[in-house]
């Protein structure tokens, strides 16, 4: 790999003895990697990490698997049948792999080891700071989304338990959703958000991996196995338009996001190698890509165009099967929702200190009281949008637009930098052809970006 220049001013807007912090608050749940410091092995070395192939293969699935399952089957819908949810899936995939090879790429150029900290160092303050904004307003979005999805399954067990019949207008004031999702996040989510570690995080990789393989398994066998009131209302073959393809590349987006993930993933291989890194997340994109195509496609086939944005929704509350896969779902989330709290809790201090000039180990003190404030008016937020915006294809379309910077973006731009960096006098093909396709891939994250928060926000407003 050529030696490239880049830049290292990050640290020129106040102190950069926070930078080791801010990486080890956003590392990945599941990996290990030691303290970054001066004397650390060049990339490659016996020091770097402990996690195998094998391993670093099941983090990257479980960071892109999860509550993003559910909206599948109403992409497929959206996209205009199965034929071109398939090829709309496979051709991003191309895309997704080499943003997230880019990003080793870069990480071992800068020697970085998290997201945040390889745009900081490749494309300069300007750039890192938009990174981290984007970051934080994704977890929160996020976190908006698992409220929402946390109600939805609530109203299906809590009227199987009450014995509603679905559509009841008169209900009890104690199964209103808007109660519901209050008391579930003020007795569950919000003790788990406040303290500073958050040492359940395996415990919530592993369920929330169970969790989405049973509810992939629940869906694929109610579509060979059907009941007899589960019928599609309209199988469509073709979409309605092109532009409509594109209304599905949110969902997509949202759910094979694992590159924010990625950087401490690699970085704690034992071979941090990116010939090695390449066959991981080739293997790891395949595995997620035959969970979302086998959710996708029968959820569709299912209901047809009828199918709900989350499709457990569109099964019948009675259906105890489908009543343990919202359980899962519902606990997964729970236990999901902090960690995304707690990476955009990061990352707002992060910004926070850096503004006001001042390092970690200068401001401890006061971190306790600023963490709990910090936790408060973040999840009080989450709660009311999330009571007041039941839709959560809405809050999908926001959040996978910000997917698409991750995906394609802010990768495509850390290319082109690098690749800008290098000082040789005369640029072969290949380095043209590298810096084309870093535009590509900004080009193709900011239509995805621009197309959906429009459809998102203006078109609901003039409508």
């Not at 890194?277 to 086998?294: E, P, R």
């Not at 707690?342 to 990352?347: D, K, P, Y």
């Not at 379309?397 to 394609?408: M, Q, R």
């Amino acid at each position: 790999m050529a030696q490239v220049s880049i830049n290292s001013d990050y640290s020129d807007w106040g102190p950069s003895r926070d930078a080791g912090e801010r990486a080890r608050l956003l590392q990945s749940p599941c990996v290990d990697t030691a303290p970054k410091n001066e004397g650390d092995a060049a990339p490659g070395g016996p020091d770097r990490g402990t996690t195998s192939t094998l391993g670093a293969v099941f983090i990257v699935v479980n960071a892109c698997l999860g509550a993003g399952l559910l909206n599948f089957p109403a992409a497929f819908s959206t996209a205009g049948g199965v034929a071109a949810g398939i090829m709309l899936q496979m051709g991003m995939l191309v895309f997704i792999i080499s943003g997230l090879v880019i990003l080793a790429y870069c990480s071992q150029a800068s020697n970085e080891r998290t997201y945040q900290e390889v745009v900081w160092a490749v494309c300069g303050k300007l750039t890192g700071v938009l990174c981290e904004v984007a970051i934080a307003v994704y977890t929160f979005g996020t976190c908006i989304a698992f409220l929402i999805i946390i109600g939805d399954q609530q109203d299906k067990i809590i009227a199987v338990m009450a014995k509603e019949p679905e559509g009841a207008f008169a209900s009890p004031w104690y199964t209103d959703r808007k109660f519901t999702i209050s008391v579930t996040a003020f007795l569950f989510i919000l003790p788990l958000s406040i303290p500073r570690e958050i040492g359940f995080q395996k415990y919530a990789s592993f369920l929330s991996v169970v969790g989405t393989w049973y509810v992939t398994a629940i869906i694929i066998i109610k579509y060979i196995w059907p009941d007899k009131e589960m019928t599609p209302s309209n199988i469509l073959t073709r979409p309605a338009s092109w532009m409509a393809v594109f209304n599905a590349m949110p969902t997509i987006c949202f759910g094979f996001q694992c590159h924010v993930s990625s950087v401490p993933v690699f970085n704690s291989m034992q071979r941090p190698e990116l010939k090695t890194w390449g066959g991981v997340v080739t293997a790891a994109m395949v595995i997620a890509l035959a969970v979302y195509m086998g959710t996708g496609i029968c959820g569709f086939l299912t209901f047809g165009a009828a199918v709900d944005p989350d499709v457990l929704l569109s099964y019948p509350s009675e259906d105890i099967a489908v009543a343990v896969a919202r359980a899962f779902i519902i606990l997964s989330v729970l236990t999901s929702y902090p960690i995304l709290h707690f990476c955009g809790r990061a990352v707002v201090e992060g910004l926070w200190l850096r503004y006001q000039g001042v390092s970690v180990e200068e401001d401890v003190g006061r971190e306790q009281r600023r963490r709990v404030l910090q936790t408060l008016v973040w999840f009080l937020l989450t709660l009311l949008l999330a009571l007041f915006i039941p839709d959560i294809g809405k809050v999908i379309a926001v959040i996978g637009g910000l997917a698409a910077c991750f995906i394609f973006v802010f990768p495509g731009l850390c290319l082109i930098q690098a690749k800008l960096s290098e000082m040789e006098e005369v640029k072969p093909a290949s380095w043209w052809a590298l810096v084309s396709y870093g535009v590509f891939l900004v080009t193709l994250g900011a239509f995805i970006f621009g197309q959906t928060t429009t459809n998102a926000i203006f078109v609901d407003i003039l409508a």
